[in-house]
C-alpha cells in the first residue's frame, strides 16, 4: 500500500486523539473536518468545561464586565467529536498507540494530537499556597474565585511577580478601586518579556495609577490567621505587609507530566517537535503520528537561528494548531511549515501592550516612533545588526510594518525617516534584558536552545 | 498606451460611470509612475501594506514645492489643518480627544443614542413617496439622512441643519483632485469661510451654555480652531460618503434583482450586503494625498521619497489575488476585508456611524418600497473621481408599505 493510499484511509477512517481540550485543540479539530477528515474524533481534557479563552480571564471577567462562564470560545464549525471532559490523559503508550487515561480507560489512536498546555506555576511553600486569600491565575474557575474575592471586602492586594498576567491583575484591581501592591524580583515590571528599558516605562505607569510597586523585593513567605487566612506577606527586605489576597503570578509550567516514560521529548521546557508540528522522540527521531501545538510545544524557526521556540502566545497555538491538523492528514509534500512570527498582546492600565518577534533576542533597541515618556511608542529590537523584534505602547497599528520587517531580516538600526519619530538619528542603545538564568515571572517567549531532546542519549559506537 | 494617460481617464468624466476595467488594468502594474512623478498603487496587499507603513505620511507639507497640498489651509488663513491630513502624533492625539466623546471606551452608548431620532427621519423620508409613482433615491432619500447625523453628533441646532446642507454640497467637491466643473474651488472655499464663522458663534455657545453633541464635550479640551477644522472634516468626510454608501447600495440591489427578492426574505442578509457594497462599489475610491517620507521598495518598485502616493482603494478591493471572482457581487463573499474603509491608523473614524446610518436606511428602504426599477442604468454621477457616486438615481416604484 503507498503512502498515499494510506492518507486516504486515514482521512476517511482514522481515529485522531487530541489531548489537552482548550484553543489549540479546539482549533485543530475545527480544523481536521473543515480539511475534510471525516473518521473518529476524541477530544480529551482534564477541565470540566468545554474550550474556553483564557486572555479575559486576567482582564474583563475580573472587572465582572465578562462572566468566566461566558468565556466559552467561539466554534467555527461543528466538529462532532467524542468529548472525554473532566478526565485527565495519565500515559501514553507509543507501541499500542494509545493514551491512558487517569480512571483507567484507554482510547487508541492512529494520529495524537498533543495540546495540554501550561499550568499557573503555584506558590513554592505549600501549605501556605493553601491558605484562604492566595491565588493563581489560569483557569475559569481561578478567575471566577478571584474575582468574587475581589468583589467582596478585601484591604490590600498583593500581586507576586510583574509579568503580564501579573500587571493585568494589578491594573484590573486599580481599576476596582483596590490598593495593590505588587512585588517583582527583577528590576522593572516586564522585564523578562520586554527588557529595562521598556519595563522603565511599565514601572511609571503602575505607579502613576496607584500601584505600590516594588522591584528587585522578593516575597519570603505568606502567613495566616489562625483560621487558615492569608493576614501578610513577608519580603526580602525585611519587610511585611498586611494582605488579605496574593495573587501568584510567576509564569507557567508545561503540562508534560504524563508523557514521562513515554519515549516522547517531552520535559519541563515543553515538547520538541519539528517545523510541521511533528513531536521528536527522545533519541531526536521524529514521530509521524505524534503532533504537538499550542503552549506546550517548542519548535525550531529560521529566523532565530533555527533555535527552539517556546511561545506562550493565543496567536500561535491557532497557527499552530491548524498547521498540525492539516500535516496529520496530508501526504509529505503536502505538509506544511509553522513559521509563525511570535506576536503577543496585553492591555494593562489603560495601555494597548504588543509585541512583534523576539525581544529578549535584542541586544540593542531603538525608539523608532513616538516617545517613551508619553507612554505611546514603538520600539525596535535590533539583533547583530538586524531587526528582530518591535513592541508598542498604544501603537498596535504599526506592528504588521515591523513585522514585514523582521520577516524580511531588515537592518537595525531603521535609519529612513517616519512618521512620529523623534530625533534625527536613531541612538541604539541597550534593552536591559536581565541575566536569562535569573529566576523572575518568565517571559512569554522562551529560547529554549537547539536540541529537541533534553535527555542525553548516550553514545554507544557500532561495534565493527 | 503611455504612463500617464491611466490618471486622467480615472479622473475623465466620462469613465466615472464605470471605472472599473481602468483600476483592472491599473493592477496590471501595481505600483506605477505617473509622468508627474507621483504613484499610483492598486494591488490589495500594496495598498493595505502601504496604509500601515509609518514611511507614508498624510501631511501633505511634506511634499516638495510644485506638488499640490490638498488639506494644507493657506498659511495666512491661521486655521490648522483637521486631523485626517496630520500625523502623529498631532493626529493621535485629536483623534483621541474627539472620539472620547463619541465612541468606545469612554462613550460606547453616545451613537446608539442617536439611532431613535435617525430612525425617524428615514422613516418620514419615506413616507413622503406616498402616492409617487417615481422617486430619485440621491435626492430623496440618501442625500437628506447623513447630514442630519452629523448635525446631531455635533449638537447643530435643527434650525441651522438647511446650511449645512448647502455647505456640505459646496465642500465635497473640494476633496477632487481635478475639480473644477463644479464651479469647485471658489464655491468651496465660500462654503468653508461661512461655516468657519457659524461654528465659531456656536462653540463659543456650547461653551457658555453645554447642551448635547460632541462640540459641547470637547469646547474646554480644544481650541475653537481645532473644533471647527474637526466639525468641518466630519461633515466633509461623514455626508457624501455615506450619501454614496447608501446610493450604491440601491443601484446595485436593483441591478441584482435575485439578491434583492433574499433580502426581501433574509432582512438578516443586511449585514453582509452593506460591507459587500463598501467592497464592490466603494464611497471613497482612492486616496490621492499620502506622501512618502522615505524610499519604499514596494512590488519590486523604489517609490522615493517626497513622492505623492495614491492608494486605489476601488482597485484594491477587486484584487483577484485577494477575493475571488472580484468583479461579482457576492454578499456571501467569506472573509471580506474590504478597504472601503481604509486601514491603518487613519482608518474610517465615522466607520461605525456610518453602519448605523446604513442599517437603519436600507432594510427600511427595501422592506417598504416596492421597486419596479431603475429608470437610468447607468445613473447621473456627480464630477467628483474619489467621492464617487450618482447625482441622482431615479427609480419606478409601485407602492409603499407602512
Ligand atoms: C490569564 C491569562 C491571560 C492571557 N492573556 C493573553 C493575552 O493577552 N495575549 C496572548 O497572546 N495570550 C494570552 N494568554 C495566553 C493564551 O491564553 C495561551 O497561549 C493559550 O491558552 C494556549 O492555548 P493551548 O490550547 O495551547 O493551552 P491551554 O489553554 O493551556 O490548554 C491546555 C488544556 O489542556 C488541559 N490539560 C493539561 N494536561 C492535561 C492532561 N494530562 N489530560 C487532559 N487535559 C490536560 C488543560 O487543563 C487545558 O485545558 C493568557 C493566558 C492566561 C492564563
Ligand atoms: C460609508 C460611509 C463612509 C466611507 C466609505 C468612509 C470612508 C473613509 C475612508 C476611506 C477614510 C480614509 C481617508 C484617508 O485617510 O485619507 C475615512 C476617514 C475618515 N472618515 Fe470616513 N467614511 C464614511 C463615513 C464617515 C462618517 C459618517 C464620518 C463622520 C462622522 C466619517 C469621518 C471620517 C474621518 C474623520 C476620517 C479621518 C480619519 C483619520 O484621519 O484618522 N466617515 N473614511
Partial sequence: MSADTDVEVLRRQGRIVVVGASLAGLRAAETLRDQGFTGSLTMIGDEPYEPYDRPPLSKQALLGRARPEDTALPRRRDIDAEWRLGVAAAGLDRDAKLVRLANGDTVPYDRLLIATGTRARPWFHPEEAALDGVFVLRTRDDSARLHRKLAGAVSRVLVIGAGFTGSEVASACRELGLDVTVAERGPAPLVGALGGVIGAVADRLQRKKGVDLRCGISVTALEGDEVGRLRRAHLSDGSAIDVDVAVVSLGAMRNTEWLAGSGVAAGPRGIACDAGCRVFDVNGIVTDDIYAAGDVARSPHPLFDYQFLALEHWGNAVEQAEIAAHNMICAGPDRRPHLWLPMFWSSQFGVNI????????????????????????????????????????????????????????????????????????????????????????????????????????????AHA | MTSGT??????????????????????????????????????????????????????????????????????????????????????????????????????????????????????????????????????????????????????????????FHVWADALASSIDPHSGEDGGPEKAQRARQDMGAYLIDLIETKRRHPGPGILSALAPDMTPADLEATAVLLLVAGHETTVNAISNTTLTLLRHPDLLQRFQKEPELAVPLIEEVLRYEPPVQFVPWTTALADIDIAGTTIPKGSPVWLMLAAANRDPKR???????????????????????????????????LHLAVPELFRRVKFSGLLEDPPPYRANAVLRGPRHLPVAIEGLTA
Fill in chain 2, 6 to 163: 491611466l490618471v486622467a481617464q480615472i479622473t475623465d468624466y466620462a469613465n466615472r460611470a464605470d471605472p472599473y476595467p481602468l483600476y483592472a488594468e491599473l493592477r496590471g502594474t501595481p505600483v506605477r509612475r505617473e509622468d508627474d512623478g507621483s504613484y499610483l498603487v492598486s494591488t490589495y496587499y500594496e495598498v493595505r501594506s502601504l496604509a500601515n507603513d509609518p514611511r507614508l505620511s498624510n501631511d501633505t507639507g511634506n511634499r516638495p514645492a510644485g506638488y499640490a497640498r490638498p488639506g494644507q489651509p493657506a498659511p495666512e488663513s491661521g486655521l490648522p489643518p483637521s486631523f485626517i491630513f496630520t500625523d502623529p502624533p498631532v493626529h493621535d492625539r485629536l483623534r483621541d480627544t474627539i472620539n472620547r466623546p463619541f465612541g468606545p471606551p469612554h462613550s460606547p452608548r453616545f451613537l446608539d443614542g442617536l439611532r431613535g431620532e435617525l430612525a425617524k427621519t428615514v422613516t418620514e423620508l419615506l413616507d413622503a413617496f406616498e402616492g409617487k409613482d417615481q422617486v430619485d433615491i440621491v435626492e430623496d432619500f440618501s442625500y437628506p439622512l447623513p447630514v442630519t447625523a452629523i448635525c446631531r453628533v455635533l449638537g447643530v441646532p435643527r434650525e441651522d441643519e438647511p446650511r
Fill in chain 1, 354 to 461: 504588543k509585541s512583534v518577534g523576539v525581544p529578549s533576542l535584542g541586544d540593542q533597541l531603538v525608539v523608532a516612533q513616538g516617545a517613551l515618556a508619553e507612554e505611546r511608542f514603538v520600539a525596535v529590537y535590533g539583533y547583530r545588526g538586524r531587526v528582530i523584534a518591535a513592541a508598542s505602547f498604544d501603537g498596535a497599528k504599526w506592528l504588521g510594518f515591523y513585522e514585514q520587517q523582521i520577516a524580511a531580516g531588515a537592518p537595525f538600526p531603521p535609519e529612513y525617516r517616519t512618521v512620529d519619530r523623534r530625533t534625527e538619528t536613531l541612538h541604539p542603545i541597550d534593552p536591559a534584558f536581565p541575566d536569562p538564568h535569573l529566576p523572575t515571572h518568565g517571559a512569554t517567549v522562551t529560547l529554549t536552545g537547539h536540541s529537541p531532546s533534553e535527555r542525553r542519549v548516550a553514545f554507544v559506537p
Fill in chain 2, 323 to 357: 477575493f475571488q471572482d472580484p468583479d461579482r457581487f457576492d454578499p456571501d463573499r467569506k472573509d471580506n476585508e474590504h478597504l472601503g474603509f481604509y486601514t491603518g491608523i487613519h482608518y474610517c473614524f465615522g466607520a461605525p456611524l456610518a453602519r448605523i446610518e
